[in-house]
């Protein structure tokens, strides 16, 4: 069974009222926590690609990345989950995990299950919450995310009517 309905969180998706790109985060991390993500990429066979500005390199240790310089290009990594869904994690620090999602590859019950399913990897890999907030959020108002206790993604704010 799904852990969201597309009817019920359709709202949450709906760029026009939550802008197209939503925050989704892992707060309180740490370099071990970016290294078991970059571990789980490389070992899930999802497609993805590292770069630093517009370098592509292979993915290098997280306590490598984290250690740059604050004015050397911001590393990204991009994921694949599917053909068609591109996640984007950027590594900004050593306290959250980042990444964006264009909730235009998000919509319809099919693609929501599959996001779903990605949260709850990763959660489940890092043993943490994985939060989203609307695009431009402080993080401080999820309306979605995984819960560790009930090991499935969970809505935590009432949806926006779309």
Known sequence: ??????????????????GSLPDVFVPEISAEDWQ????LVGASGWKHQYSEGE????????????????????????????????????LYSVEEIDFDVDLRELQGQE??????????VL???????VLMDPEGGD??????G???????VVLLAEPPVS
């Not at 693609?111 to 709850?120: E, H, K, P, T, V």
């Not at 959660?123 to 919450?129: D, T």
């Not at 995984?146 to 499935?152: I, L, N, P």
């Open 123 to 129: 959660g489940r890999r890092l043993g943490k919450p």
């Open 36 to 39: 078991a993500v970059l571990d």
């Open 146 to 152: 995984f819960d560790v206790e009930s090991d499935r």
């Open 1 to 18: 069974m799904a852990d969201l309905l597309w009817d019920d969180v359709k709202g949450f998706f709906d760029p026009d009222l939550m």
């Open 55 to 90: 370098t592509v390199l292979t993915v290098p240790r997280a306590e490598a990345v984290l250690s740059r310089s604050a004015d050397a290009e911001c590393p990204r990594l991009r994921v694949w989950p599917t053909a068609d869904v591109l996640v984007i994690f950027r």
């Open 111 to 120: 693609r929501l299950d599959m996001f779903c399913g990605f949260l709850q």
């Open 139 to 144: 993080d401080s108002h999820p309306v979605l």
